[in-house]
């Protein structure tokens, strides 16, 4: 007969870890409403970075040459550095089941939801910078003269695949797919 050591207090206690939501998280919670689910959250890069760091490291370079450009540069950096911070905390885009929301901006912020039904189109726009370290900026735009801009989202094409799927599906998408794979196939 094996006999079995009981597990120890210590492990039985234990429950399981939770991740600590993010303050975009808990943000985006106080918004919701009934029934409704985040589908997808912004995913923001890391390149929203690279501008003040390209300045400092400008700032680091000619301290050795022009210290007095040096420090204004490096003032600068400093500066564009606590605004790129301050916009990743800040800065929100998600979609829900329901809606798209947005927060955007720092001295003027921005909170805009708008109904699934009211989206007009999410498009990307994507400089070389975009294309080479893998975001983009979405633009949703909006009925009427609504357009919202967030930069730097990595996460960009999962937000105009899923626009694009919700729309097919309300259109009859899977009618039209089906008819396209049909004219496809090559007639015997």
Known sequence: MT??????TATARRRPSRPLKSYQDQEIE??????????????LHGAIYWKPVAILIVALILFFLIKPLAL???????????????TKHFLLLAVTNKRVLAR????????????????????LERMLPGHIFGYANVVV????????????????????????????AEEGGDEAEKEIKQTEKPEE
């Open 3 to 8: 006999k079995t050591t009981p597990k120890s």
């Open 72 to 86: 204004l540069l490096g003032i600068v950096g400093a500066v564009m550095l606590c605004i790129a911070i301050l």
């Open 141 to 168: 735009m909006g009925t009427g003269q609504r357009l919202i801009r967030v930069p730097y989202i990595r996460n960009a094409d999962a937000f105009r695949r899923y626009y694009n799927e919700m729309v097919l």
């Open 104 to 123: 955007y901006g720092l001295l003027q912020m921005d909170v805009v939801d708008i109904r699934l039904s009211k989206v007009e189109s999410i498009d």
């Open 30 to 43: 106080k918004i919701l409403v009934k029934d409704e689910e985040v589908v997808l959250r912004a995913e």
